[in-house]
């Protein structure tokens, strides 16, 4: 889990490599691989988003506990309901988006990175959203909340051998499911 304000993700492990995108606090992450001072990450379960992150950006075990997450908050604008949302960052592929997600980034200067509670990632321009204000639209994104509500996500996790790592899903869990999900390093149900 990202615990840093901010954490780039870099092609290779250099702070000026190439960035794909940025993740907000909170955001949850599989560690693919851990190598020296760097950890190769994916966001979601679909492999759309990965890439290399200093080690100390993240939380493992009862520290992500102590991290409290800052996604944004925002509403679909109205002319943009119902449309698809992009597969990649170069807008080059759209796919439906079926449920509310969380903003947990942006990629470039002016999209948002989506992620949903099955694991799937989007990218849609920053623009075809807004501060809800009192607004009426229902929100489109949704903030982090109980097990029940990401146990889809949970169970496509560890159906893929994935790690599981918003502490939120520990502290909620049936008696005996930590020990059924791959754990990473330091996790202690």
Same mark, same amino acid.
């Given at each position: 889990m990202v *615990?840093? @304000?901010?954490? /780039?993700? *870099?092609?290779?492990?250099d702070h000026d490599a190439p960035s794909p995108g940025a993740l907000f606090c909170g955001t949850p992450v599989r560690v693919l691989k851990e #190598?020296?001072?760097?950890?190769?990450?994916a966001?979601? /379960? +679909? +492999? *759309?988003l990965s890439g290399l992150v200093p080690g100390e950006q993240l939380a493992f075990g009862h520290d992500m506990d102590r991290v409290k997450s800052a996604f944004p908050q925002k509403i679909l604008r109205e002319e943009y309901q119902g449309r698809p949302m992009y597969a990649s960052p170069d807008m080059q592929s759209t796919a439906l988006l079926e449920e509310g997600a969380w903003m947990v980034g942006t990629a470039g200067d002016s999209l948002y990175i989506l992620l949903t509670s099955m694991g799937d990632t989007f990218f849609a321009p920053q623009a075809w959203f807004e501060e809800g204000h009192g607004c009426q639209a229902v929100p489109f994104f949704i903030p982090c909340c109980s097990f029940d509500a990401v146990q889809p996500f949970v169970r496509h996790v560890q159906q893929r051998g994935g790690f599981i790592f918003h502490p939120?899903?520990? *502290?909620? #869990? %049936?008696?005996? @499911?930590?020990q059924a999900a791959h754990l990473p390093r330091g996790?202690? %149900?």
């Open positions: *615990r840093t @304000f901010s954490a /780039m993700l *870099r092609a290779c492990p #190598a020296e001072q760097w950890c190769e990450v966001v979601g /379960m +679909d +492999d *759309r939120s899903l520990r *502290r909620h #869990a %049936p008696q005996g @499911f930590q996790y202690a %149900p």
